[in-house]
């Protein structure tokens, strides 16, 4: 978080205050606080040589050509968990998304070596939904 400067990707505002602040086409940058959250739950599962997935918006596919991931993070709240997300966590593997409509939560889903998976919910949060790119890119 430190690497990156947030102001390459905040058009409007000041990017250094600890808020969501929009990107362009329709989209935003989640607050840093929710950045770090997510980077702390899945710290164990973003050591050297494992594979993550990060996902903005229609991202509900993933991307199974690169799969299967250790850790994805999706940055944009799904009414339900994903089930091509789910088969693109490798066993052992963690994912951080939001899920819900209006009412949100952070939810942690582990994928156990036998395939099953554990699901346990951070925190409440708000996060703009996960949409599809044609959605994304109409205007406003």
Known sequence: METIDRALFVTEGTPYIDTPMPIGFNATISAPHMHATCLE????????GMHALDVGSDGRLGFPDAAP????????????IPQPLLEQLKP??????????YMQELQVVDKNADGSISVRNDASVRYVPLTSRASQLQDP
């Open 92 to 101: 052992g593997g963690r994912m951080v998304i939001p899920v819900g409509s």
């Open 41 to 48: 739950l899945l710290k164990d599962h973003l050591q050297p």
């Open 69 to 80: 991931y250790d850790a994805i993070h999706v940055g944009a709240a799904a009414p339900e």
